[in-house]
């Protein structure tokens, strides 16, 4: 697990800027966005696959995919929500691949997803001393552990701390859906970890160093290599 901290995304006016620059023919701007939203990006994707290499392979591809679809977005200012959206449905696109869910659309993939067995968490409570390191591991196994659909909110509400009706934006749902799949993701994991885990931080799937620069070299040389 990385310790990195990861700095938040640029204001919403800088964002602006720079996604205009890249529409007015500056790819190379795009390469701040990616930075920016790299850590959001790596965690909704997270919450839907369960391989950190695979993850990487959903960030990559939504971010290529939002720079070529850019005129398309209407209002920069919601380039945020945007592109998370297109990061939940290229990761549900790789759980299509197995068999079991080919024929769903992505409502029925989420209530498949829903009814899945939860697996039982660990017990084990952290020591009042126990490192801030130790308890971001025994949260990410007891997150990873959830409901593929709690996961991705909880994700998103607890940890990216998005609002209530960002989060149900980006995974397009109903804010009602998100109320309910946090609350029953909060009962599910302890919530003595949680209340521990609000004075001393989330660090739960951080996403920087040679990880986050990977990704931003690897979507700046896709849309910069020739057709």
Known sequence: MLSLVVPKADPESDIVGLLENVRAGNSHAFAQVVRAYNQRMFRIARSIVSDDDEAMDVVQEAF?????????????????????????????????????????????????????????????LPDDNMANAQLGALLERAIDQLPDSFRAVFMLRAVECCSLRETAEILEIKEATVKTRFHRARKIIQEQ????????GLNVH????????????NVMAAINRPD
């Open 193 to 200: 970890m949680l209340n521990y885990a609000d004075v001393a």
């Open 206 to 217: 951080e996403f920087a160093g040679r990880r986050c620069q990977r990704i931003v070299d």
């Open 64 to 124: 290529i995919t939002a720079f070529k679809r850019l005129d398309t977005l209407k209002e920069l200012s919601r380039f945020g929500v945007w592109v998370g959206r297109i990061a939940r449905h290229v990761a549900l696109m790789k759980l299509r691949s197995d068999w079991r869910y080919t024929r769903m659309d992505d409502e029925q993939l989420e209530d498949a997803m829903e009814h899945s067995l939860m697996r039982t968490a660990s017990t084990s």
